[in-house]
């Protein structure tokens, strides 16, 4: 590994996503903690915040016109939906060789943007300094689709149930202990932003029905899938294993996995696997922790990739570890 050491400054770094990247870099031999964004908790220390951070650093409230002077070599944007504009205009102006990961929904269908869902985009990664992070769900919806896409003969219908922390940390009613107690909440039925990422990054119109769960965190994505041609599960289950041989982050199992071992984990699985009595109807399952394979970890492998570090420098082992 280059010897090199990086500095990275977490914008939005109170939220449920600044801080498991702030635990990877707190792990990262090739990164350091230049400065974290908070307007709440502006003053307070990191580590009394952060159990795995063990430096001085303490959070600030940085303009967000004033981000690009601090000089960083990687700026992170773990900031709701809409807020990135200012901060990536002052970059661009001041200092456009800073590398920029976005893990809101910003910049996902801009094309001067990368979009980085390794596992299917890093052969196209070529030098960009501005990286955007897939959406949670649309992680888990390309994995679980991306080996069966010549074989579909219609829309995939993908139901999605995620938890709590997918809803960030702004109070709503998904994210609400209370109402979510003994419950499962629907919402945005159609036309959810992920629908919209998914069916344009794999060029296929996908349906997708998300709900939030009372557990904190992971989703579980069970896509059904219609098959142009009749299909046996074990042929099936195959293509997947081989399309995935070489991923350390994606496990390919046999059941149908559950979200609750998934949860604190860096990778995806995908199992399940089951077909109609014609062959031509597929149900798959894929899970992963929402804030790790689906935000964090999958932020920490772009910035890996972009610094030419090894691509899972930080990362604990996924797949050769034991399932819980
Ligand atoms: N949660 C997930 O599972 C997940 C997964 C993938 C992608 N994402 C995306 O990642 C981003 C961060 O998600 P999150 O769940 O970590 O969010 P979050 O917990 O709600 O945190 C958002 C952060 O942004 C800051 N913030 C909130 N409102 C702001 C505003 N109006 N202007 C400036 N800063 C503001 C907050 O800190 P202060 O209020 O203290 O400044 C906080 O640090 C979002 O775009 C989300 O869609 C989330």
């Known amino acids: 590994m280059s010897s090199k050491t990086f500095s990275i400054g977490i914008i939005g770094a109170r939220g449920h996503t600044g801080a498991e990247l702030i635990r990877l870099v707190a792990a990262h031999p090739g990164l350091e903690l230049a400065f974290v964004s908070s307007r709440e908790l502006a003053g307070q220390r990191v580590a009394d915040h952060n159990d795995a951070y063990r430096g001085d650093l303490r959070f600030e409230n940085i303009a967000h016109d004033q981000v690009a002077a601090r000089g960083a070599d990687v700026v992170v944007l773990a900031l709701p939906n809409g807020k990135s504009g200012e901060i990536v205009a002052g970059i661009d102006a001041t200092a456009p060789g800073t590398l920029v990961v976005d893990l809101s929904a910003d910049h996902r269908f801009d094309p001067s943007w990368y979009y980085g869902l390794p596992e299917i985009t890093r052969g196209d990664y070529a030098g960009q300094k501005r990286i955007s992070n897939?959406?949670?769900y649309a992680t888990a919806m390309q994995l679980a689709i991306w080996p069966m896409l010549e074989f579909l003969a219609g829309p995939p219908q993908c139901f999605g149930v995620s938890g709590y922390s997918g809803a960030g940390t702004t109070p709503s009613d998904r994210n609400n202990p209370e109402l979510l107690r003994d419950n499962l909440m629907p919402y945005s039925l159609v036309g959810h932003v992920?629908?919209?990422?998914?069916?344009?990054?794999?060029?296929?119109?996908?349906?997708?029905m998300p709900h939030v769960a009372p557990h904190f965190r992971g989703i579980t994505m069970t896509v059904n899938m219609w098959l142009r041609e009749p299909l046996k599960a074990d042929w099936i289950r195959a293509?997947?294993?081989?399309?995935?041989?070489?991923e350390p982050l994606v496990r390919v199992v046999?059941?149908?996995?559950w979200v609750s071992r998934i949860a604190g984990r860096h990778g995806v699985e995908i199992g399940g696997f089951t077909v109609s009595a014609d062959g031509k109807r597929l149900v798959v399952v894929s899970t992963e922790d929402n804030l790790l394979k689906g935000a964090a970890t999958q932020a920490m492998q772009n910035i890996n990739i972009a610094l030419g570090l090894p691509e899972l420098a930080a990362i604990p082992p996924f797949k050769e570890v034991a399932r819980g």
């Not at 293509?239 to 070489?246: C, S, V, W």
């Not at 046999?254 to 996995?257: D, G, K, L, N, T």
Request: glycine residues 10%; contains cysteine.
């Open 194 to 208: 992920h629908e919209r990422e998914v069916s344009a990054r794999l060029g296929v119109p996908v349906e997708f």
């Open 134 to 136: 897939p959406g949670c």
């Open 239 to 246: 293509r997947y294993e081989q399309r995935y041989a070489g």
């Open 254 to 257: 046999e059941e149908a996995p």
